[in-house]
T-cell receptor, first 112, second 113 residues
Framework: KQEVTQIPAALSVPEGENLVLNCSFTDSAIYNLQWFRQDPGKGLTSLLLIQSSQREQTSGRLNASLDKSSGRSTLYIAASQPGDSATYLCAVIRTGANNLFFGTGTRLTVIP | KAGVTQTPRYLIKTRGQQVTLSCSPI?????VSWYQQTPGQGLQFLFEYFSETQRNKGNFPGRFSGRQFSNSRSEMNVSTLELGDSALYLC????????????FGSGTRLTVV
């Protein structure tokens, strides 16, 4: 069974700091991995999608890496801003499946 | 380009009642998935529909059901509601499934009293 863990569960940083969020998964036979953010009481906003054949993806200040062999992904946020405050979720899709397995999320607070 | 639309946004129901939630995917998307989000269990997969057929199902009781119409719109139904069904229900659409990634709607907040 696929288990997805995100550490830390919560993180507070001052504005402008660079930070890294971690995601680990137990079954390396994944099809792809997707990072989302969720604002309180809202739906999920897709940030980055990494196919299993890729090592990383970048979008603006965000960079996500994927290491299938070690079962890890990281989301790097550069020059954090108060608007980045949200819960960040990673999710994997097992090879042969069509559903997402979600981690428990990291709640990020960027302090002005 | 319109996103994934879920209606209604909020619902309050009484134990024992049934409820139907609706999801309109992004135009051209044929895969629609449903997820339940609760503080205790996080995000859990309910089921996925593709071209009007249920392609994948999570570990939920039979009280949870769904369907997809020919225009790819999907509905989810929960019968005999229990207090534990209170949750945020999220719908996600994709062109064809896993390789395309998923776009989520804003969700329906269901409260069972």
């Amino acid at each position: 069974k696929q288990e997805v863990t995100q550490i830390p569960a919560a993180l507070s940083v001052p504005e402008g700091e660079n930070l890294v969020l971690n995601c680990s998964f137990t079954d390396s036979a994944i099809y792809n991995l997707q990072w989302f953010r969720q604002d309180p009481g809202k739906g999920l906003t897709s940030l980055l999608l990494i196919q299993s054949s890729q090592r990383e993806q970048t979008s603006g200040r965000l960079n996500a890496s994927l290491d299938k062999s070690s079962g890890r992904s990281t989301l790097y946020i550069a020059a954090s801003q108060p608007g980045d405050s949200a819960t960040y979720l990673c999710a994997v899709i097992r090879t042969g499946a069509n559903n997402l397995f979600f981690g428990t999320g990291t709640r990020l607070t960027v302090i002005p | 380009k319109a996103g994934v639309t879920q209606t209604p946004r909020y619902l309050i129901k009484t134990r024992g009642q049934q409820v139907t939630l609706s999801c309109s995917p992004i135009s051209g998307h044929r895969s629609v998935s449903w997820y339940q989000q609760t503080p205790g269990q996080g995000l859990q997969f309910l089921f996925e529909y593709f071209s009007e057929t249920q392609r994948n199902k999570g570990n939920f009781p039979g009280r949870f059901s769904g369907r997809q119409f020919s225009n790819s719109r999907s509905e989810m139904n929960v019968s005999t509601l229990e207090l534990g069904d209170s949750a945020l229900y999220l719908c996600a659409s994709s062109l064809a499934g896993a390789r395309d990634g998923y776009t989520f709607g804003s969700g329906t907040r269901l409260t069972v009293v």
